[in-house]
């Protein structure tokens, strides 16, 4: 079993950065991959990024090309999302989830991610 702990979130205007941080413990890397998601209110939960554990190869939405990172540090087995250029749209709770198989978060897909975090609240101001 895998847990995961999202942190970082906070208040900012627009324009500012911020670094979400999921740190997994249990057995982080008997999952293939793990993504960001987010969910704004009265919105549907939507696909941000994905890094698979091992050779780190990422997938972003198009709404997070350009300025959202991801990446993982597999010794504080912790996957961060670096964010940049903050807008008043990204605005959601935040979460990170496992792929099992690397078959859903690398393609943007929800569907067959396995555990969930219980998510960090990023607020963007205009």
């Known amino acids: 079993q895998v847990q995961l702990a999202e942190s970082g979130g906070g208040l900012v205007q627009a324009g500012a950065s911020l670094r979400l941080s999921c740190a997994a413990s249990g057995r982080p890397f008997s999952s293939f991959a793990l993504g960001w998601f987010r969910q704004a209110p009265e919105k549907e939960r939507e696909f941000v990024a994905a890094?698979?554990?091992?050779?780190?190869?990422?997938s972003y939405a198009d709404s997070a090309k350009g300025r959202f990172t991801i990446s993982r540090d597999m010794d504080e087995n912790t996957v961060y999302l670096q964010m940049n250029s903050l807008k008043p749209e990204d605005t959601a709770v935040y979460y990170c989830a496992t792929d099992p198989y690397g078959s859903s978060c690398l393609f943007g897909y929800l569907s067959g991610m396995d555990y969930w975090g219980k998510g960090t609240l990023v607020t963007v101001s205009s």
């Open positions: 890094i698979t554990w091992g050779g780190g190869t990422t």
